[in-house]
């Protein structure tokens, strides 16, 4: 059986949208940590305190976060995509090859569901 999953790292820039998450993530008994809206962010916080799964934004403002994506599956971290990029503009990042992409606009009861399953 798997491990079960307390803390969840969010990494989303908009403002708006990341509260949105966390607000579900919270209300679905996790603790959210973050959200991140940088890759500099995101790797700070999984630095200090390992997320046990991410929530990953693709697009970061001007970065995308591969770098966050390969950190975590070092540390073999679980985590999800929430972009509204698709299978094809995904393409180019190996990390996402098989990465689970629940989209944007994210159904946030779908999130929890799937953070809870991992």
Request: glycine share 6%; net charge negative.
């Amino acid at each position: 059986m798997a491990e079960r999953i307390h803390s969840v790292l969010v990494v989303e820039d908009e403002f708006f949208i990341a509260h949105q998450l966390q607000d579900a993530l919270e209300a679905g008994g996790f603790l959210v940590l973050g959200p991140a809206a940088t890759v500099t962010e995101a790797i700070d916080l999984i630095n200090s305190e390992r997320p046990d799964a991410a929530v990953l934004d693709f697009n970061l403002g001007r970065e995308n976060v591969v770098p966050v994506a390969l950190h975590l599956k070092t540390l073999k971290v679980p985590y999800v995509l929430a972009t509204a990029y698709d299978k094809t503009g995904l393409a180019s990042a190996f990390l996402f090859a098989d990465a689970l992409n629940l989209g944007k606009p994210t159904d946030l009861q779908r999130l929890v569901e799937t953070i809870r399953s991992l």
